[in-house]
């Protein structure tokens, strides 16, 4: 297996309105707090550099305390200077969001040639509430998802001057200066919870597949769904082009462990994802098949989870090294899953260190048989 360490830069406030979304009002922001939590963050990811793991993820989302990084590219920038030999996954951005998406194209590429070919491009769709943020019309949401992809790919791969004329976006010159250093673009990744729509698009391109806070019941299901896809496309999947990401504690003993997950892990569902369901899904986010689909299989909302619930769910995995290795096994042999992101709240930030510094140490080296093997070659491109 592959690591990647992942961050969301949460702002970790505890508040008693009905959403941490859209609506939060950012007067409860200290930027001076903001300024200290930033360079904390940042130091977590050169420190996970310098532990082993094998990429560092950064994503995006908007006007939340959940996570407080509107622009990963920025992230992104200050990473490629910062580290030296991990992948930089940004996972991702909102496609459908952008009104110029073109822009992405161009910053990807800058980010490519500066970081030496160390870019992962994750194209994703953006969860409701960003739509609410942003003011676009969840509606045209996969359209746009598509159209904006199709042309990233484009101005990556195709001389340019070239002219773009789609439904959403036109462009009489599409001509991006520079152009990836990696051939033929960045490995794109696709980060998802399991829309029928997105599995069949990305296993058509043989995008790998990113399983995003999860139940492990239902990564399986996709994982499954996903396979017969590559296969109705001639191929079979890596178990590179399966990805799982789920926040991890690792303690000295169990019971540690759960202790600090229940005041960390909780904050993520019941403080962070904290928004009423219109936000989670607007009006035509979802097409009608995978709505259908939603309503027959009912979930909780994150803030109906218990701790026993994100436990036994698979949606945490938290415990001793020895625990922690036992319950990674699941994902590396029964799923096949050939990359994990996580993120180890710890709590402070000392703390966190010293969390990451046991699982490099003590859970990260039982799973490095395939350490060798270049887990982006061929793949999502």
Not at 228 to 253: D, F, H, K, W
Not at 300 to 325: M, N
Request: aromatic letters at 12%; proline letters at 8%.
């Amino acid at each position: 297996m592959k690591f990647y360490y992942f961050h969301l830069m949460p702002y970790p406030m505890e508040h008693d309105a009905p959403s941490s979304w859209v609506t939060l009002s950012n007067r409860h922001y200290d930027p001076e707090v903001g300024h200290a939590l930033y360079n904390q963050y940042l130091d977590q990811f050169e420190h996970a550099e310098r532990l082993g793991w094998d990429g560092l993820c950064v994503n995006e989302h908007h006007q939340n305390c959940y996570g407080t990084m509107p622009s990963p590219n920025l992230m992104a920038a200050m990473l490629a200077r910062r580290t030296t030999r991990a992948k930089i996954a940004i996972l991702g951005n909102g496609l459908p969001l952008r009104e110029n998406p073109l822009r992405i194209a161009e910053e990807i590429a800058m980010l490519d040639v500066v970081s030496g070919g160390r870019i992962i491009s994750g194209f994703v769709r953006g969860i409701g509430p960003e739509y609410f943020s942003t003011a676009v019309n969840p509606t045209h949401s996969r359209e746009r998802f598509y159209e904006a992809a199709e042309l990233i790919v484009r101005a990556w791969t195709e001389p340019g001057p070239f002219a773009f004329d789609g439904r959403f976006y036109r462009y009489p010159f599409v001509n991006p200066w520079p152009r990836p250093l990696q051939k033929p673009h960045p490995p794109i990744w696709c980060p998802s919870q399991g829309s029928s729509e997105t599995v069949e698009w990305a296993a058509q391109r043989r995008i790998p597949y990113l399983m995003v806070f999860t139940p492990i019941k239902r990564i399986a299901q996709i994982y499954g769904e996903y396979r017969e896809a590559c296969e109705r496309y001639g191929y079979q999947a890596s178990r590179y082009q399966l990805t799982v990401n789920l926040p991890i504690v690792v303690a000295e003993n169990d019971e540690k462990a759960r202790t600090i997950a229940r005041q960390t892990a909780l904050w993520v569902y019941h403080t962070g994802l904290r928004m009423p369901l219109t936000f989670w899904l607007p009006p035509g986010y979802l097409t009608e098949s995978s709505f259908r689909r939603s309503l027959a299989v009912p979930r909780k909302l994150p803030t109906e989870l218990s701790f026993e619930d994100l436990e036994e769910g698979g949606y945490i995995i938290c415990g001793s090294p020895a625990t922690v290795r036992d319950k990674l096994r699941v994902f590396s042999d029964e799923l096949s899953a050939g990359i994990v992101c996580s993120g180890l709240p710890a709590g402070s930030h000392a703390a966190t260190l010293d969390m990451m510094e046991m699982f490099a140490q003590e859970v990260m080296p039982h799973f490095r048989e395939d350490a060798g093997v270049d887990e982006t070659a061929g793949i999502g491109r």
